[in-house]
């Protein structure tokens, strides 16, 4: 679990990635402590961590993905703060209720191989942008994604 060094308790800043392919095919994957839910790669910043190291590293922890290999993450400049669900609200510091998230993409030429770590996630899956945004359960993944297809005009990654 990423920390803030103080206890082991995750600091309440994030990065989101959004993994797709040039035909908008979006990589969701299913979380192990809450299952049939959807979402994208999420994990928390460690101390020291720019946002773009914070989500190569959740990349590569949660897919197996080399974001080094496709060009690197791109950092889209977009930010949302949300309430911490109640059952997760103990891994961080007391009285932390709203975590910051920063979203970034990576462009993958088409689906890859990827490797999940059955503790974190059960499933994977690559989907047509519009099923993947309809099948995540958090608002601001949603919202990314439906960004995508404005991203591909502007080729912002």
Partial sequence: MPSDGAAGRKRPVSALVLVYTRDLRVLLI????????????????EAGETLAETATRELREETGIDAGAYGGVVDWHVSNRYAIFPQWRDRYPPGTTHNSEHVFGLLVPRPVPVRLDPREHL?????????????????????????????KQGKNG
């Fill in 123 to 151: 499933r994977h899956a690559w989907l047509p942008w519009q099923q993947a945004a309809v099948k995540c359960f958090s608002w601001s993944n949603r919202d990314a994604i439906n960004l995508l297809p404005e991203r």
């Fill in 30 to 45: 299913e979380r192990a402590d809450f299952p049939d839910h959807w979402q994208s790669v999420t994990g928390s910043q």
